[in-house]
């Protein structure tokens, strides 16, 4: 009897212990959300603590950038053909990865109070549905440097993408076959990031550049917002050596020493990514779902990956990179991955809803029109797309939007 009576109570200590594990990870993910949600100004010092912003910035808040059902960037139609978008980062580099030598890694369009924003991206609607729209750039202080690039960079959805850490680094190298052994025309090759640890596989960004969920969140307050951290310290985000006045403003808001953005802060954020709700995937016994399949599509959008704890995450990704042929090559690299090449984009909350765009510029409206920019390595699963009746073609676009 009282050993019963000592199980039931160690029982209800570790029911008791659960919930209040998971109430916490519930306040921390709230906690997380409100981060995410908050619109931080450029004063210093201010009384909510959510002041640090810039100088310069491309966006006040996560959700600036982030909207809508899936937490995407988003294009909306403007006066004149014009496209009024959410979430479109401008990125500057060579074809190494090396920032502007003036203007740092990306157009910052908002500056704090006293200095010039570096200028602005101008959208035009183009009628050729698989360029999407033109750009144009205006620079306030001059031309980029000669080698640097432009690369539209549109906001991924971030319904489900905390889970890619959880991926076995083992299960994405398992794939990864970088001189075509198998003669399949796909090479996809993993994006080593190399660290003080040693290498780890990059998985987030359109690139893969960055490993990890907090790093990513760090580079985003860091370079979309110009709130430091202890991951990113630089108080002047992404204002470089020749941006004297963004620096003098940098030094004169704020203490050395001090960061914006507390480890706690990042990690609460990190929690509400991780609770955002997932749809169920549709089934995988209709007539889309075997054409995904049957013409190739799933080399690549791999439907399931494992993790190190045995479950599975359906990501519809390798998490490798692939050369995806001339017209997606916009000439900016980054350190290690080519300008061709891209992360297998995971198709996870594909619903063509708010203004939502695909592909790594949003050049594309509908799933038919990222289909048909598929080039390079996808270059015949694009081929055995074309050749499909458009009943067919329907019924494929009809599975993709619904995952
Ligand atoms: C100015 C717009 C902007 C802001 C602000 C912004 N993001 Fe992003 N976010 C992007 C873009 C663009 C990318 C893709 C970057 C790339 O690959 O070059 C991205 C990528 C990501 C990714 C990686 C997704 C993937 O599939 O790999 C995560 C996670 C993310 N952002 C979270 C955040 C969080 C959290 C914040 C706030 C701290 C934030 N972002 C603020 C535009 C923004
Ligand atoms: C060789 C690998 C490969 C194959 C095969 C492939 N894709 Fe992709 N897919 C990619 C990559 C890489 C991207 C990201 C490209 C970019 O943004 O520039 C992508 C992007 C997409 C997107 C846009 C996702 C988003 O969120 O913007 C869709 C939709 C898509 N693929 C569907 C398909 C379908 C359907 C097929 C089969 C006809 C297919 N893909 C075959 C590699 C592949």
């Known amino acids: 009897m009282l050993k019963a009576h000592a199980i039931a109570g160690l029982l209800a200590f570790a029911l008791v212990a659960t919930q209040a594990a998971s109430a916490a990870e519930e306040g921390t993910a709230a906690l997380g959300r409100a981060l995410f949600e908050r619109d931080w100004v450029t004063a210093p010092g201010s009384a909510d603590a959510s002041g640090g912003l810039g100088p310069l910035y491309a966006a006040r808040s996560c959700a600036g950038c982030h909207a809508g059902p899936a937490l995407s960037g988003r294009f909306t139609e403007a006066p004149e053909r014009r496209i009024?978008?959410?979430g479109l980062v401008l990125r500057f580099a060579d074809g190494a990865g090396n920032p502007d030598p003036f203007y740092g890694h990306a157009l910052q369009s908002q500056a704090a109070a006293g200095l010039t924003p570096e200028g602005r991206a101008v959208l035009t609607a183009?009628?050729?549905?698989?360029?999407?729209y033109v750009l144009s750039l205006h620079l306030a202080h001059g031309a980029l440097g000669d080698e640097t690039r432009q690369s539209p960079r549109l906001a991924p959805a971030l319904l489900g993408r905390a889970a890619l850490e959880r991926i076995d680094t083992a299960a994405v190298m398992a794939r990864a076959d970088p001189d075509d052994r198998d003669g399949d025309g796909i090479s996809g090759r993993a994006a080593m990031i190399v660290t003080d640890s040693g290498e780890v596989l990059g998985r987030y960004g359109w690139k893969a550049e960055i490993a990890t969920l907090k790093e990513q969140i760090a580079d985003a307050f860091a370079l979309d917002m110009g709130l430091s951290s202890t991951r990113r310290p630089r108080l002047q985000g992404d204002c470089t050596p020749r941006q004297t006045a963004c620096l003098a403003s940098a030094q004169s808001a704020s203490s050395p020493g001090d960061h914006?953005?507390?480890e706690a802060a990042i990690v609460s954020v990190a929690a509400y990514l991780e609770s955002l709700p997932l749809r169920e995937p549709p089934s995988d016994e209709t007539a889309g779902a075997r054409?995904?399949?049957e013409i190739g599509c799933a080399a690549c959008h791999v439907p399931?990956?494992?993790t190190q704890d045995g479950q599975t995450v359906a990501s519809f990704t390798d998490l490798l990179l692939h050369d995806m042929g001339p017209d997606l090559d916009d000439g900016v690299g980054a350190p290690g991955v080519a300008s061709s090449e891209w992360r297998t984009a995971p198709l996870v909350?594909?619903?063509p809803i708010g203004g939502r765009r695909y592909l790594h510029d949003g050049r594309a409206a509908t799933i038919d029109a990222a289909i048909r920019a598929h080039a390079g390595e996808a270059a015949a699963a694009r081929a055995r797309y074309g050749a499909l009746s458009e009943a067919e073609r329907d019924s494929l676009a009809a599975f993709v939007?619904?995952?």
């Open 84 to 86: 009024a978008s959410r």
């Open 126 to 132: 183009s009628a050729d549905a698989l360029r999407g």
């Open 260 to 262: 914006e953005i507390t």
């Open 291 to 293: 054409l995904f399949t």
């Open 304 to 306: 399931r990956l494992r």
């Open 349 to 351: 909350a594909m619903q």
């Open 401 to 403: 939007s619904a995952l």
